[in-house]
């Protein structure tokens, strides 16, 4: 069954190193060792202030990170779906709704929980189960290479800025952009159509406007009277 697991797998390393680089939680790496260091440091930060919030991405570094935590997380996710199906037929059987009923169910629940996320972390044993020798490494090692070039194209398009870069961005929508050491400006409600569109304060006793309207044309100082004929 290792045929099953090369595509998932390269799809899987693809966009989840592709994520945490996208995050800034993983530089940019060039050897295998670099990476295992830095995926460390992300795996030792996901519970402190520079934790990524994707689940996907959590659940890979809780089960290792790496080729290990690629496969042990696809494998967690193909078995964990049944049980949350079974258990959302049981909540329709009334048999279920009492206390005994629902303490059975939670345990059944958590025992098979436990028990598949056991089979994820011995992953080598679901997917190889009673294969020759020789099938079984080649077939580790037909998974890793799936599993490099899903992380080498992680790198290339993070570098490009294209494919998951872009996926990412399309998820997150829009960012508005503001140049540097600009104020954003505030933008009254509602703008008067004309400058004159704001009647003026009067006073009461004369019954003169008080102040000048916003742009009001200025008459030009008065001249003299006219010269007259010489």
Do not use: C
């Not at 990524?52 to 659940?59: A, F, K, Q, S």
């Not at 809780?62 to 199906?85: K, N, W």
């Not at 580790?140 to 080498?152: D, E, F, I, K, M």
């Not at 019954?207 to 742009?215: H, I, N, S, T």
């Amino acid at each position: 069954m290792t045929w099953q697991l090369l595509v998932p797998v390269a799809l899987m390393s693809y966009l989840l190193v592709g994520r945490l680089m996208h995050e800034g939680h993983l530089p940019d790496f060039e050897t295998r060792k670099a990476l295992k260091a830095h995926l460390k440091k992300a795996r030792k930060a996901r519970e402190g202030a520079g934790q990524t919030r994707n689940p996907l991405v959590r659940r890979w570094l809780r089960f290792g990170g790496g080729f290990y935590g690629i496969v042990a997380a696809y494998t967690f996710f193909v078995l964990e779906p049944p049980i949350l199906f079974s258990l959302i037929v049981a909540l329709f059987d009334a048999d279920t709704w009492s206390l005994e009923g629902l303490i059975e169910l939670a345990f059944t629940f958590l025992a098979n929980s436990f028990a598949q996320f056991v089979t994820a972390l011995l992953w080598f044993g679901y997917w190889l189960e009673d294969a020759p020798a020789w099938l079984f490494f080649s077939g580790l090692v037909a998974v890793y290479v799936a599993y490099a070039q899903g992380v080498r194209w992680a790198r290339v398009h993070q570098a490009r800025g294209i494919g998951h870069v872009a996926l990412w961005r399309w998820f997150e929508g829009p960012v508005p952009t503001r140049r540097a050491g600009t104020a954003s400006a505030t933008i009254p409600e509602t703008v008067p159509e004309t400058p004159f569109a704001t009647p003026l304060k009067t006073d009461a006793a004369t019954e003169a406007p008080v102040g000048r309207p916003f742009l009001t044309p200025v008459e030009p100082p008065d001249a003299g009277p006219p010269a007259g004929p010489a």
